[in-house]
């Protein structure tokens, strides 16, 4: 990804995070375990708690029982094709940056360095930590802040984990309002986090105002034969809908948080969340590599992918396309502010993928489709810009006539010159029913 991209507001270094996260609260819990939790991967502030004494970790036989909710439709994927040290799609994720120990006293310096996250020319993802020849440490940090952002359904990912003390892999979200609206209140959710010194235990944890840091609420699971998850791939997952989440192992699940579950603080996973992948070097809680800690560490990602499991939304995904069979695009899957919507040879990538948003909003790479400049005269631009609540992002669409109209401005999504082109830019114009304002919608 380039590197120059700007984040959406000014962000500070990460303070949420240290790994000690305590059992659920709620009078009625009924985890697989009475485990001790163990919080958040990567970056954000907190300090350590104290274990319980009597904790244990969940461990479930393939017969124990399985996660809930039946995968649905994939709604969003990267398998990772590619020729080996080729970069990870920038349409899908972005990188983050940066040696100031996020709020953990890492050690590592994340960088856009292909050594550091690359394709393996396999099918995998290769997050790579290093030690460098002057003795400091390099890893990468993914993100899809930006690029995908979703609320409720499975959030899956197949991963072969590194190994060695003080070596950190996780795969987890934060909600879409952050940093605008600060941690923990903006929410986080642990799918799969892992520290060397325990080869055989993953953890799963959410983070919210009054459940935070070390204070964090989830559970741990044991690999049942006891062996280290390093020894192969598997796959961590949370079904996610708006009043449970269920984490599970190799489709096992092994704990369930409700709002029950929080002792009366607020539940704030209720809105779209962001993915997060990353090694980290050192923290708080995994303690810092030692003589037995072997370099270069890989984290292998052979899938990350997101099924709508039934859990309803409100918000379809997918293309937009034309009567000729085209679909409305993102120019160039460029993702700053200005760049164009257009029509193209639908081609399956993320630039084509629209999100009916239940608030009038049209979203792609977590940007709406905006009418240039507030505009509300007829041949007026329209583009992708940071979603602001203006009417110039608002669109209703009628299944009757297949228009999708701008109420501020009264004039439907059109294509310039009556035209539907390969690359014809797209405006608004005066409703007239033509060919070139008829859409198609995900429903």
Not at 283 to 303: C, I, K, S
Request: aromatic fraction near 8%; proline fraction near 7%; charge should be negative.
């Amino acid at each position: 990804m380039d590197p120059t991209i700007a984040p959406r507001s000014p962000r500070l270094p990460r303070t949420p995070r240290s790994r000690r996260p305590r059992a659920r609260r709620g009078p009625g819990a009924t985890v697989l375990s009475a485990a001790v939790a163990v919080l958040t991967a990567a970056g954000l502030a907190a300090q350590p708690g104290a274990a319980l004494a009597d904790a244990r970790p969940a461990q479930a036989s393939p017969s124990s029982s399985e996660a809930q909710a039946a995968p649905g439709d994939l709604v969003w994927s990267d398998e990772f094709e590619g020729a080996a040290g080729s970069a990870p799609d920038p349409a899908k994720w972005r990188h983050e940056t940066g040696d100031h120990g996020w709020g953990n006293e890492e050690l590592q310096n994340y960088t856009t360095s292909r050594d550091n996250s690359a394709l393996d020319g396999n099918g995998h993802l290769a997050i790579t930590a290093r030690r460098e020849s002057d003795g400091s440490y390099t890893s990468a940090r993914m993100t899809t802040q930006d690029r995908f952002e979703r609320a409720y359904g499975r959030f899956e990912a197949r991963i072969r984990i590194p190994e060695g003390q003080g070596i950190w892999p996780a795969f987890w979200m934060l909600g879409d309002n952050f940093p605008d609206t600060p941690w923990p209140d903006s929410g986080e959710i642990d799918i799969m986090e892992n520290i060397g010194r325990e080869p055989h235990l993953v953890h799963g944890t959410v983070h919210g105002p009054g459940y935070s840091g070390g204070e964090g609420i989830g559970s741990s699971y044991a690999h049942p034969q006891g062996w280290a998850f390093a020894d192969d791939f598997h796959v961590f997952a949370v079904d996610w809908t708006p009043d449970a989440i269920t984490w599970s192992v190799d489709g096992v699940a092994f704990q369930t948080l409700t709002p029950a579950d929080l002792g009366g603080d607020r539940w704030v996973f209720d809105h779209p969340f962001f993915m997060i992948l990353n090694v980290a070097v050192g923290g708080t809680w995994p303690g810092y590599p030692d003589e037995t800690t072997r370099f270069p560490q890989r984290m292998l990602v052979d899938y990350v992918r997101v099924y709508d499991n039934g859990t309803g939304s409100g918000e379809a995904v997918g293309t937009i396309t034309a009567p000729t069979g085209i679909c409305v695009d993102v120019a160039g899957a460029d993702t700053a502010n200005g760049t164009p919507i257009q029509v193209a040879h639908c081609n399956g990538n993320q630039a084509q993928q629209w999100t009916m948003a239940a608030d009038g909003t049209v979203r792609a790479f977590g940007k709406c489709m905006d009418v240039a400049g507030g505009g509300t005269t007829a041949g007026t631009d329209v583009q992708l810009w940071d979603c602001n609540g203006t009417g110039a992002q608002t669109w209703t669409y009628s299944p009757d006539t297949r228009e999708l109209r701008n109420p501020q401005s009264g004039m439907c999504l059109d294509g310039r010159g009556g035209s539907l082109a390969d690359g014809t830019r797209l405006q608004i114009w005066t409703c007239n029913g033509a060919q070139n304002q008829q859409w198609t919608v995900p429903a």
